[in-house]
């Protein structure tokens, strides 16, 4: 059990960095409802002690804005944390060819 939630922190972790990357910075929250989008119920508290391990290796870096006249956290990816990404890149699409291979051979399986 503790190796499956490291590896659902690490692929939500790097979902983090992607959505960054590829959609520009975003508060809290915002990631939270994408990341429930994509992954299904996931506690914000979870999500939030991501962020924190994540600004703490230098891949993202928070900063204060006003959304709604309310100020909040939001966060940039950094170099650091494209290259990390881009570092992963391949472990990504490994396990992208595993899982579909586990896929199709489930969809035919009577377990």
């Known amino acids: 059990m503790a190796k499956e939630r490291t590896l659902i922190r690490g692929i939500i972790s790097l979902f983090i960095l992607y959505v960054l990357l590829s959609e520009g910075e ?5 990631l939270r409802k994408i990341i429930v989008n994509e992954f299904g119920d996931v506690p914000s508290g ?16 928070p900063y204060s804005k006003v959304v ?26 490994k396990c992208i060819s595993v899982s579909e291979e586990i896929l199709s051979k489930l969809e035919g399986s009577k377990l």
Do not use: D, F, P, S
Not at 78 to 87: A, F, I, N
């Open 46 to 61: 979870y999500i939030y002690v991501l962020l924190k391990h994540l600004q703490n290796k230098k891949c993202i870096t």
């Open 26 to 30: 975003k508060h809290g929250y915002a």
């Open 68 to 93: 709604n006249n309310r100020k909040v956290k939001a966060y940039r990816i950094t170099e650091e944390g494209k290259r990390l990404l881009l570092e992963h890149r391949e472990m990504l699409r």
